[in-house]
């Protein structure tokens, strides 16, 4: 069975390169009976600090972080606007969140208003900051940090992707062994910081998606690894296929071949789009 829905993407105005509308059209066309927009929603009261927002200002994406509820919120509601007003008979359009997982005991109770506010269609769960020493360290800083700073770092990751998990807040994770991005966590030796994500993925029945957006040439897999995937299969984890899409050429993309190699690793339990929308309910 082919997967016909997509909702893990991104739109001009945050990081994606496209409008909403486009995106959508695209889906359509591509024959998605849904397409559901979800852009980051990074809150963090002390986020200003972090070098990488400096970054993302200065190259036109620090939109996808925001200090406070009344920020997110001057972005979001008029974005969720946006979608509202998008007519596509053939298509039809969810309003999602990828949501960072923070420890600030702030993050917490901010992010549950804005969920009350916002009322998203699904949540999904990323961890691409890890906060240590009361720094915030996005996936370069990490590859970037001395080696034993380093090895702590991917640990706390690690740990991070357990506590989203447990949290309960999401209705799946992403993208979960995003530090090979900048080829970091490969070793052997990671395998069991990921057996324990797993384990608790699996003990709080929390799904992951199956991303296609890291295909490489040199290293020719999606997120999760097919070390992981295994894991995965043996718990029976449910999966949906993820593009990420950041614009309109990358919906769909590897799908087919992302979904041959999760078999070939023993995942099978591929969620229907009804399952989806009962795991969101579940969370609210
Ligand atoms: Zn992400
Ligand atoms: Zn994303």
């Not at 997967?3 to 059209?25: C, I, K, P, Y």
């Not at 972005?75 to 969140?97: N, W």
């Not at 199956?210 to 020719?220: A, E, M, Q, S």
């Not at 894991?231 to 990358?250: E, F, T, W």
Request: hydrophobic share 35%; aromatic share 12%.
């Amino acid at each position: 069975m082919k997967q016909r829905f997509t909702l893990h993407t991104h739109t001009v105005g945050f990081d994606g390169e496209d409008t909403a509308r486009d995106m959508v059209s695209r889906a359509c066309h591509l024959g998605f009976k849904t397409i559901g927009i979800s852009n980051h929603f990074i809150l963090h009261p002390e986020i200003n600090q972090a070098k990488f927002y400096h970054y993302a200002k200065i190259g036109g994406y620090g939109a996808i972080y925001s200090a406070s509820y009344d920020e997110a919120m001057g972005r979001f509601v008029p974005h969720y606007d946006e979608l509202s007003a998008i007519i596509q008979p053939r298509t039809q359009i969810l309003r999602g969140l990828e949501v960072d997982f923070f420890y600030h005991p702030r993050w917490e109770r901010e992010y549950l208003r804005a969920v009350d506010t916002l009322k998203p269609d699904y949540v999904i769960g990323a961890c691409h900051i890890v906060e240590h020493d009361g720094r915030l360290y996005n996936i370069h800083d990490i590859k970037n940090a001395n080696a034993d700073v380093r090895d702590k770092l991917l640990d706390l990751y690690w740990q991070k992707v357990a506590d989203a998990a447990a949290s309960g807040l999401f209705t799946w994770l992403a993208h979960i062994d995003l530090p090979k991005k900048v080829g970091l966590g490969r070793e052997q030796k990671w395998s069991d910081h990921e057996a324990r994500a797993i384990e608790s993925i699996s003990a709080n029945k929390t799904p992951v998606e199956i991303n296609t957006r890291f295909f490489k040439p040199y290293c020719y897999e999606p997120y999760p690894s097919p070390r992981i995937m295994q894991m995965m299969g043996a718990k029976n984890i449910p999966v949906l296929l993820s593009d990420d899409a950041h614009r309109v050429s990358q919906i769909g993309g590897n799908f087919d071949i992302a979904q041959r190699m999760a078999h070939e690793n023993g995942v099978n339990n591929f969620l229907t789009m009804q399952k989806i929308l009962d795991f969101s309910n579940k969370t609210k």
